[in-house]
T-cell receptor
Framework: DTEVTQTPKHLVMGMTNKKSLKCEQHMGHRAMYWYKQKAKKPPELMFVYSYEKLSINESVPSRFSPECPNSSLLNLHLHALQPEDSALYLC?????????????FGPGTRLTVL | AQSVTQLDSQVPVFEEAPVELRCNYSSSVSVYLFWYVQYPNQGLQLLLKYLSGSTLVESINGFEAEFNKSQTSFHLRKPSVHISDTAEYFCAVSDVPGGSYIPTFGRGTSLIVHP
């Protein structure tokens, strides 16, 4: 199983809402990532979790709050977002410490902030 | 730190024609190289990768890429494209173990296949 799943597929929220994005993998990977992708642009790294601990935060605003409840799950909590936060949010995982360093991506959540 | 250059932002081509998407990288250490494809409204899918060994790597859908260390390139080729190959293609590089395992992505090349 080389699948990373993400829910929901689409999300529309107002600037005062609180919502969460979810990501799950069952490949035994110990590194998980959140990326933000604008149209026709490469993914931009937001956060990296390594062995369930936050290892990289790329100066992301505090209105984005990541959480890694266990080695298979990754959440991204959203609060008081701005319209410019509208984007495709991608989750990925990789076998940290392995020889491949290959990232496997989920299908993404398309977020629209009104 | 490494960087990736995809010179072509858009490559239009007719169906059944050959195509080459260019990727050059710079790094002070040995690297792993990847090509990802992103179909419209989908996430990124790994197309192929070079880790070590044979410098020519192939994907299951007819794409191939060749690692050229002297030219620091990893160009993607397909001898005959299909309409269904229309997508965004991203080249990525990460340092060989010992360095950062976070890949650096190129800006992407939009392959547009016309009938």
């Amino acid at each position: 199983d080389t699948e990373v799943t993400q829910t929901p597929k689409h999300l529309v929220m107002g600037m005062t809402n609180k919502k969460s994005l979810k990501c799950e993998q069952h490949m035994g990977h110990r590194a998980m990532y959140w990326y933000k992708q604008k149209a026709k642009k490469p993914p931009e790294l937001m956060f990296v979790y390594s062995y369930e601990k936050l290892s990289i935060n790329e100066s992301v605003p505090s209105r984005f709050s990541p959480e890694c409840p266990n080695s298979s799950l990754l959440n991204l909590h959203l609060h008081a977002l701005q319209p410019e936060d509208s984007a495709l949010y991608l989750c990925a995982s990789s076998q940290e410490g392995g020889s491949s360093y290959t990232q496997y991506f989920g299908p993404g959540t398309r977020l629209t902030v009104l | 730190a490494q960087s990736v250059t995809q010179l072509d932002s858009q490559v239009p081509v007719f169906e059944e024609a050959p195509v080459e998407l260019r990727c050059n990288y710079s790094s002070s250490v040995s690297v792993y190289l990847f090509w990802y494809v992103q179909y419209p409204n989908q996430g990124l899918q790994l197309l192929l990768k070079y880790l070590s060994g044979s410098t020519l790597v192939e994907s299951i859908n007819g794409f191939e890429a060749e690692f050229n260390k002297s030219q620091t390139s990893f160009h993607l080729r397909k001898p005959s494209v299909h309409i269904s190959d229309t997508a965004e293609y991203f080249c990525a590089v990460s340092d060989v173990p010992g360095g950062s395992y976070i890949p650096t992505f190129g800006r992407g090349t939009s392959l547009i296949v016309h009938p």
